[in-house]
């Protein structure tokens, strides 16, 4: 994959999955350069690849797993798949889990497997998370378990 296509598909990527912070405001990590990292990647007329300790970082967002794919159509990306010990991480919030699908045509981020949301101190886990990137909105699933959480007053 060369440089210049894994900076634009990179740059797709992180500027779609720019979360808002949690005062509600729009991070704009989209304006900030992109860094990426891994052991190995690919660029295809379809997509792009990261394999092993792939990272992706823009402003203060960053989404790491051991790979990361993008799909793309007529040249923008539509859906984004990271895989094996996922992480992402805003300013003010992570997820963790065992698989992410992103949908950009939805704007559905579905996290997978053990599950883990935190925002400071507040924690809260399950199967399956569905977080919609427009709306602000998030849903967590017990799947087999329970949904499980600890929250702190403001205080605290």
Do not use: H
């Not at 779609?16 to 509600?24: E, M, N, Q």
Request: no cysteine.
């Amino acid at each position: 994959m060369t440089k210049s296509n894994l900076m634009i598909a990179g740059t797709a990527l992180l500027a779609a999955l720019a979360l808002p912070v949690a005062s509600g405001a729009q991070s704009d990590a989209s304006r900030q350069p992109v860094q990426y990292g891994a052991d190995g990647g690919e660029y295809t007329p379809n997509g792009f690849a990261l394999r092993g300790r792939a990272e992706l970082t823009q402003g203060g967002n960053r989404l790491r797993a051991d790979s990361i794919t993008g799909t793309t159509s007529d040249g923008d990306l539509t859906r984004v798949e990271a895989s094996g010990n996922v992480y992402f991480v805003t300013p003010d919030q992570s997820m963790r889990g065992d698989r992410v699908v992103y949908n950009l045509g939805t704007a559905e981020v579905v996290v997978t497997g053990d599950v883990i949301l935190t925002q400071g101190k507040n924690v809260l886990s399950g199967n399956r998370l569905v977080y919609n990137v427009r709306t602000e909105t998030a849903r967590m699933e017990g799947g087999n378990g329970r949904v499980q959480g600890v929250f702190y007053p403001q205080g605290n």
